[in-house]
């Protein structure tokens, strides 16, 4: 029949296909090789590559990678057809698990949330240090058949002062790695899995019969248990819970953090171990969590099928309070009080000026951040170190339309809204009378202004940068035309506040205002950046107009000139519709570094070194050993501090410490031993001239009693020095907490060489560029105090002395003299003497150093000295010190006077004579 043979044809048909199918060669599928460590592409960090500083609420692109590795590879399998009735499993790829370390920016307070390409991985809020983001998107990029996508946990690590090194960190890289104290930083590994799961005890006694096995074992207890639910896959796990049942309860043991065990997963069983021994009866539970550290079995984080990373755009926040907290943060999107950023970047020692918050005009900047906490002007803001920190403080202050100088009168940073906070009749006029010289004064022409302005912002709800523009019609009407400014503001996160800045900005841009460059008499030194003034100048016409300072030189010294450039105030134009800012005002105080105009080098007295390592200990150093010391002198504004290095032979020097600079100040009159009262011209850190602190001027030793703002109450000759004369122009410097003392002791004899190099914003001053100074060794810390409050016949000094004389001092010890208050040589005191102390004296010729008189082994305070000993009339000096075991004092008490024979004077051929009354009179002929 006809479907008989078509049914045999067909048979047959498929019998051929089936043997020409078997017998033809198998396909063979190509194995893909993974990709190394080394091929994946990270942004890694760079030498010289700064953090970020974030202030506010922000996103940042830019992570700076420091570390990756804990490479884990897990292949993709799929099944494909091999024959008729055939298949295998091939590796069409693989997953790829990273561990990471990454840099985030200087300060963070939290992460917020995370996204890649705009779509968004993770929300949250890691609000405390060593928080952590939980991410699960294995399918994020598509799933296994595309680009896989993100597994595992974020944690981060805010660089608290107390914070500990990372314990993922530590298993990759060692137990000795640094905790990352103060920077934000991100650490990236595997996610965790939970489960709960109950088991039942089956058995009693010392052996324990569970439903997969039985072992025993004392006093560390191993059981082998099997999962009720069911846990994917194998790999590490951990736990945690209790026992608990009729014989008590128990913890399990802390083999694995936080109170974790560590077991193995494998076929659903665990392998846990208990660190106590119970017993336990028939239907005791245990109830216990599984903690799953990798899914895949590996412990770092899933990050696709592509050894192409994609950069992850993290939104953080950080807002600096510590300065002013109740206003630092401005509304509850996480912006910050521009007054705050600037404060910030001024008095930070991290990434900022370093400047002391003492330099800040605190009032100043207090009103200005209740200003624009009024006035809801909150920003959030990205310093990545693109630009100079005088640059971004330009763009900050343009943002808020404001001024920021050093005030010439007080010497601190101010901060000065440009705002409508004046009254028109209270401002100072300036005119003919105080004016001499106006230059540049200038109108703009309808031609060059801007009659429409658009402005760029960081719109917050998207993400992306927004714009809205705004047009002054009048303006274009009588143009004819629209001329357009396009602005730029990324700190600015809202439309509100762009819509605020905006009218600002276009009523300063349509409107036709003055500018001029003034002269004025010394009248402008009260005028600074940002001030409002009223002008007036006939030859322009110009009549009761009130103008803004935008920038003022107050001249070199001597110069009566004051020059003024200023603008037209928009708030005084009657015909103005918006705010208008003059320029910021910013003066940057960023110079090359340069060397300390004044340095003190010297041998460290016997009280720093036994204040610092104990009397005790400085005794027992050999009495050759000495330390030397450097103080230097702060050379500009912006100068930080100072690197102090030190050399044996000055060749190889070698950097001892970093230090502040030391007060000081100029002498502006000469002094006498017996000034305790001296004027001066404070030059750096009048602030720290507190009673209590202690100085030095050329070679001697002053206490600070009572300081002002042009004199200064001092103690003279304090420690192992004695009252000197001083002429004007000496240096007075602070050295009581500012003194660099080499660690390394020295012996007698030695010259040390040593060199001060000044940091500023631009750098470190080169050690070539520094000039050495030398420092002999010579005992100082061994020798005797030396006597104090030397008179002769009574008086201080006395310009002569007239027959005998009668020599008294005051005993000192430098063991006694340990206390905060120093001992000045003035002070009618006795203290010791130092056991072994004596005291010795010559007298000789003032004119030749002819010895006249001497003694020594004086134990006492007073010693009488006969004329008849030295039998000269004439000038002398007297010089007066103390000994003890072969040294001599520091320092020796000296006077210079007319010596002269009772009844002596001089007359006009230098003779000595007794006058008529029998008085002794010197007269120069």
């Not at 850190?685 to 050329?698: L, N, Y």
Request: proline letters at 4%; aromatic letters at 10%; glycine letters at 10%.
């Amino acid at each position: 029949m006809v479907w008989q043979a078509v049914a045999w044809a067909i048979v047959k048909f498929v019998i051929a296909m089936a043997i020409a199918y078997m017998m033809q060669q198998k396909p063979k599928f190509d194995r893909p090789n993974p990709a190394g460590l080394d091929a994946f592409q990270v942004p890694t960090a760079e030498v010289g590559r700064p953090f970020g500083v974030l202030f506010g609420r922000k996103a940042f692109k830019s992570q700076n990678v420091v570390w990756y590795g804990d490479l884990g590879i897990d292949e993709i399998e799929e099944k494909v057809s091999t024959g008729m009735f055939s298949s295998t499993k091939i590796t069409k790829g693989y997953k790829y698990f990273l561990g990471m370390h990454m840099v985030l920016c200087h300060d963070l307070d939290r992460i917020l949330q995370i996204s890649i390409d705009g779509d968004v991985l993770w929300t949250g809020d890691t609000g405390s240090n060593g928080d952590v983001a939980t991410i699960n998107k294995p399918g994020f990029f598509g799933g296994e058949s595309d680009g896989g996508g993100i597994e595992g946990n974020l944690k981060l690590l805010r660089g608290m002062p107390d914070q500990q090194p990372d314990p993922y960190l530590q298993s990759q890289l060692g137990n000795h790695i640094p905790a990352f104290r103060g920077v934000a930083t991100a650490v990236l590994s595997g996610r965790k899995y939970k489960a709960i799961g109950n088991i039942d005890m089956k058995g009693n006694g010392g052996a324990y019969l569970m439903e997969t096995g039985v072992y025993a074992g004392a006093p560390l207890e191993t059981w082998t248990l099997e999962c009720i639910e069911e846990v994917e896959g194998g790999g590490v796990f951990s736990v945690t819970g209790s026992v608990s049942g009729s014989q008590g309860t128990a913890s399990l043991n802390n083999h694995y953090d936080n109170g974790i065990v560590e077991f193995t997963v494998k076929n659903f069983f665990l392998t846990l171990q208990f660190g106590v021994q119970a017993d336990f009866s028939l239907g005791d539970r245990i109830t216990f969590s599984v903690i799953n550290r990798n899914m895949h079995g590996f412990s770092g984080m899933y990050f696709g099928t592509s050894e192409y990373l994609k950069y992850w755009v993290i939104w953080g926040e950080k807002i600096y309070d510590t300065w002013y907290p109740e206003k630092a943060q401005i509304g509850s999107d996480g912006d910050m009080n521009p007054a705050h950023i600037l404060y910030e970047l001024i008095t930070s020692r991290k990434f900022g000026m370093g400047y002391d918050p003492s330099d800040i005009d605190d009032t100043a900047f207090r009103s200005a951040a209740d200003t624009l906490y009024n006035e809801g002007f909150g920003l959030s803001m990205l310093w990545d170190h693109g630009s100079e920190i005088e640059d971004f403080v330009g763009e900050l202050l343009k943002h808020i339309d404001a001024s920021c100088y050093t005030d010439v009168h007080t010497g601190k940073f101010t901060l000065k809204l440009i705002r409508n906070d004046y009254d028109i009749n209270t401002l100072p006029i300036f005119n003919e009378s105080n004016v001499t010289a106006v230059s540049s004064f200038r109108r703009r022409t309808l031609e060059e202004i801007s009659n429409s302005v658009t402005i760029k912002f960081w719109d917050r709800q998207t993400g992306n940068t927004g714009s809205i523009t705004r047009a002054d019609i009048a303006m274009v009407s009588r143009v004819g035309t629209t001329v357009n400014t396009e602005i730029n503001y990324p700190g600015v996160a809202n439309k509100e506040l762009a819509e605020f800045i905006l009218s600002r900005d276009l009523r300063a841009l349509s409107t036709p205002m003055a500018s001029a460059v003034i002269n004025t008499t010394q009248e402008g030194l009260q005028l600074s950046p940002g001030d409002p003034f009223v002008f007036s100048w006939d030859r322009y016409g110009v009549t009761e107009t009130v103008m803004r300072v935008a920038a003022v030189q107050y001249g070199e010294f001597g110069d009566a000139n004051i020059r003024i450039e200023c603008v037209e105030d928009v708030f005084a134009i009657a015909s103005a519709t918006y705010q208008a800012p003059p320029p910021s005002g910013w003066v940057s105080p960023k110079n090359d570094p340069a060397p300390c105009p004044v340095h003190v080098a010297i041998e460290t007295p016997y009280y720093k070194v036994a204040r610092k390592i104990g009397a005790t200990e400085t005794a027992a150093l050999p009495a050759s050993t000495g330390y030397a010391s450097l103080a230097g002198g702060k050379p500009s504004g912006d100068a930080s501090s100072m690197e102090v290095h030190y050399s044996d032979d000055g060749t190889e020097y070698e950097l001892e410490e970093t230090k502040r600079f030391a007060p000081y100040a100029i002498l502006a009159q000469g002094a006498i031993r017996t000034n305790a009262v001296l004027q001066v011209s404070w030059q750096r850190g009048f602030a720290f001239a507190v009673p209590g602190t202690w100085g030095i001027i050329d070679d001697e030793i002053v206490r600070i009693d009572a300081v002002t703002d042009n004199t200064v109450q001092i103690g003279r000759g304090c420690l192992d020095t004695v009252a000197d004369e001083h002429s004007a122009g000496a240096y007075l410097v602070l050295i009581s907490d500012w003194l660099a003392t080499r660690q390394q002791g020295n012996n007698d004899g030695d010259t040390i060489y040593a060199k001060a190099l000044p940091r500023t914003l631009k750098g470190t001053l080169d050690i070539d560029d520094a000039t050495a100074r030398t420092i002999e060794m010579n005992s100082r810390m061994i020798r005797p105090y030396p006597p104090a409050r030397m008179q002769l016949n009574g008086k201080d000094e006395p310009g002569e002395v007239i027959g005998d004389i009668s020599l008294a001092w005051r005993h000192r010890d430098r063991t006694q003299q340990l206390a905060a208050d120093l001992y000045a040589d003035g002070q009618d005191v006795n203290i010791g003497p130092e056991t072994g102390t004596t005291y010795a004296y010559e007298l000789r010729k003032a004119s030749d150093g002819t010895l006249l008189a001497s003694a020594s082994g004086l134990s006492g305070t007073s010693e009488t000295i006969l004329f008849a000993s030295s039998g000269f009339n004439g000038e002398v000096i007297l010089t007066l010190w103390s000994e003890r075991d072969g040294y001599q004092s520091w320092q020796k008490q000296q006077r210079q006077f007319y010596h002269l024979e009772s009844g002596a004077r001089i007359t006009a051929r230098s003779e000595f004579r007794i006058t008529e009354d029998g008085e002794a009179r010197r007269l120069e002929g």
